[in-house]
């Protein structure tokens, strides 16, 4: 598995995790990247993405002012900072590597995975 998404766990309400997701084959540094989550029965939705040099951040609705996607200066580790936790954001977030050197919102536009860190939110 080249990219691997770790620090999802159980946090109750209000509280706050922070994912990393670390590129092994260092293949990333020149192409945006993005977080999704997968809630149970239900679509993987963007969460945030990032362009090849830590610029250009988009973020969800949902998530906008609570999380901050960030990447390292070598490009190959992703963050997202994630505050204020609701259970609504209970879910398995994947990270992503994006075809191009820019964030997108857009699932099809990345074509490598990780295999997924379960964040659970408890009310």
């Known amino acids: 598995v080249q990219l691997q998404a770790s620090g999802g766990g159980l946090v109750a309400a209000g509280g706050s995790l922070k994912l990393s997701c670390a590129d092994s084959s260092r293949l990333s540094s020149n192409n945006g990247m993005g977080w999704f989550r997968q809630a149970p029965d239900k679509e993987r939705d963007f969460v945030a993405a990032?362009?090849?040099?830590?610029?250009?951040?988009l973020y969800a609705d949902s998530v906008k002012d609570r999380f901050t996607i960030s990447r390292d200066r070598a490009g190959n580790t992703l963050y997202l900072q994630m505050n204020d936790l609701t259970p609504e954001d209970t879910a398995v977030y994947f990270c992503?590597?994006?075809?191009?050197?820019?964030?997108?919102?857009?699932?099809?536009?990345?074509?490598?995975w990780g295999q997924g860190t379960l964040v659970t939110v408890s009310s």
């Open positions: 992503a590597a994006a075809r191009r050197a820019w964030g997108s919102r857009i699932r099809s536009d990345y074509n490598r």
């Open positions: 990032i362009s090849w040099n830590g610029g250009g951040a």
